[in-house]
Structure formats: structure tokens, C-alpha cells
């Protein structure tokens, strides 16, 4: 098991693709950055000191050196120089303070992070896309989509009915046409 200790530690979700000279192409997914390094998930485990390229969302695609791996994770070591280097950590802090940011009590049903981020989105046409939530409240979500929608356009997300109200970069915010008991709304909930 790798050991993550608290101080400095950043929770990051992005998708990644991974490759290397003794690794073939896998998927992987950052969990956090930290001192050590970035963390990622994967059913893969590159051997410690391989260096793989990795493609990872927002980021683009870097050069990393595996210094921890077990138990489906593992911690890489950018190999970039120093500015290269900070622009990769500037951009997954930001990233992780907004996946993790709390939002205004002034919202009429809080948000929360939910443990299944990955659902399928389903189009007026019957097209089925891949999805990333990033929260859920009762009355709606917001989805990490690799696919543009107009705002207005209906959509399933999981099962639950929605119409698109807002866009953003690589992304969507939807309200659900038939709003949630609050009740419902919790860290384990599947829509």
C-alpha cells in the first residue's frame, strides 16, 4: 500500500493515458498531487523507475518517472524542467480546488462530490457519451463531457431526465426535470 500523508496533499480526478517502453497503453486516473509527486489509480502497476508518457486531461502530455507503485496505485515524478514543472502543478492545484470547492450556502440545494463519478449521458438522438460527474445536489449536476451540447439540450444523466443550463470548458451543467428528494442526495447516490 502507498502511504499518503495529509500535509500538502491535494485530491485531483483526471483522466489519463499512459504508456511506456515496457507498459503497453492504459488507462489511469490522477487521485491526488503532493511533495512525492503525482498520484495515479489504475488496474495497471508500472514497475518503479520505468518512465512512462503520460497524456492526462487539462494537463497534456508529460514525462514521468514512477517512484512509488502497489494496490492500483502509483506516485510518478515529473521529468521536465522547472517551468514546465510549475505549470503542471499551478494547473492541477487549480483544478483541485475547484473540484473540491464548497459552494455558497446561498445555493438552494447543496452540493455534494459524489464516490461514482462516472456516468453515462445519453442525447435527445440516442447517443450515448461517457461522463465524469463533479457534483450533484437535488436539483441538478455538473458533468465533465469531452463532447459540446447546446445549452437547452435534453439529456439522461445515468436515469434521471435533464435539460443543459450552463457550459463551460469541457464541461456542462444540467437540472434535472424532475428535481431530487434532498434526502436522496448523498456521496453514494447513482442517478
Same mark, same amino acid.
Given at each position: 500500500? $502507498? %502511504?499518503?500523508?495529509? !500535509?500538502?496533499?491535494?485530491?485531483?480526478?483526471?483522466?489519463?493515458?499512459?504508456?511506456?517502453? &515496457?507498459?503497453?497503453?492504459?488507462?489511469?486516473?490522477?487521485?491526488?498531487?503532493?511533495?512525492?509527486?503525482?498520484?495515479?489509480?489504475?488496474?495497471?502497476?508500472?514497475?518503479?523507475? %520505468?518512465?512512462?508518457?503520460?497524456?492526462?486531461?487539462?494537463?497534456?502530455? $508529460? %514525462?514521468?518517472? =514512477?517512484?512509488?507503485?502497489?494496490?492500483?496505485?502509483? =506516485?510518478?515524478?515529473?521529468?521536465?524542467?522547472?517551468?514546465? !514543472?510549475?505549470?503542471?502543478?499551478?494547473?492541477?492545484?487549480? /483544478?483541485?480546488?475547484?473540484?473540491?470547492?464548497?459552494?455558497? !450556502?446561498? &445555493?438552494?440545494?447543496?452540493?455534494?462530490?459524489?464516490? &461514482? *463519478? +462516472?456516468? /453515462?449521458?445519453?442525447? %435527445? +438522438?440516442?447517443? =450515448?457519451?461517457?461522463?465524469?460527474?463533479?457534483?450533484?445536489?437535488?436539483?441538478? !449536476?455538473?458533468?465533465?463531457?469531452?463532447?459540446?451540447?447546446? &445549452?437547452?439540450?435534453? $439529456?439522461?444523466?445515468?436515469?434521471?431526465?435533464? *435539460?443543459?443550463?450552463?457550459?463551460?470548458?469541457?464541461? $456542462?451543467?444540467?437540472?434535472?426535470?424532475?428535481?431530487? +428528494?434532498?434526502?436522496?442526495?448523498?456521496?453514494?447516490?447513482?442517478?
Amino acid at each position: 500500500m $502507498i %502511504e499518503r500523508t495529509a !500535509a500538502n496533499l491535494h485530491t485531483v480526478f483526471l483522466p489519463a493515458l499512459c504508456w511506456g517502453r &515496457r507498459q503497453p497503453d492504459f488507462y489511469a486516473v490522477t487521485q491526488d498531487l503532493s511533495r512525492a509527486g503525482i498520484t495515479f489509480r489504475s488496474a495497471s502497476n508500472p514497475a518503479v523507475d %520505468e518512465t512512462l508518457t503520460c497524456s492526462i486531461r487539462y494537463i497534456g502530455q $508529460i %514525462e514521468v518517472r =514512477v517512484v512509488r507503485s502497489g494496490d492500483n496505485q502509483f =506516485v510518478v515524478r515529473l521529468m521536465a524542467s522547472r517551468q514546465r !514543472a510549475a505549470e503542471v502543478a499551478r494547473t492541477m492545484l487549480a /483544478l483541485a480546488r475547484e473540484q473540491g470547492r464548497v459552494f455558497d !450556502a446561498t &445555493r438552494a440545494h447543496p452540493r455534494i462530490n459524489p464516490a &461514482r *463519478k +462516472d456516468v /453515462l449521458v445519453t442525447l %435527445e +438522438d440516442g447517443r =450515448v457519451l461517457p461522463g465524469r460527474l463533479i457534483n450533484v445536489s437535488a436539483s441538478g !449536476a455538473a458533468l465533465a463531457l469531452d463532447h459540446s451540447l447546446s &445549452r437547452g439540450a435534453s $439529456i439522461t444523466i445515468g436515469n434521471t431526465a435533464a *435539460k443543459v443550463v450552463r457550459i463551460f470548458r469541457d464541461g $456542462i451543467g444540467a437540472t434535472f426535470a424532475f428535481p431530487l +428528494d434532498p434526502g436522496q442526495v448523498h456521496s453514494g447516490i447513482r442517478l
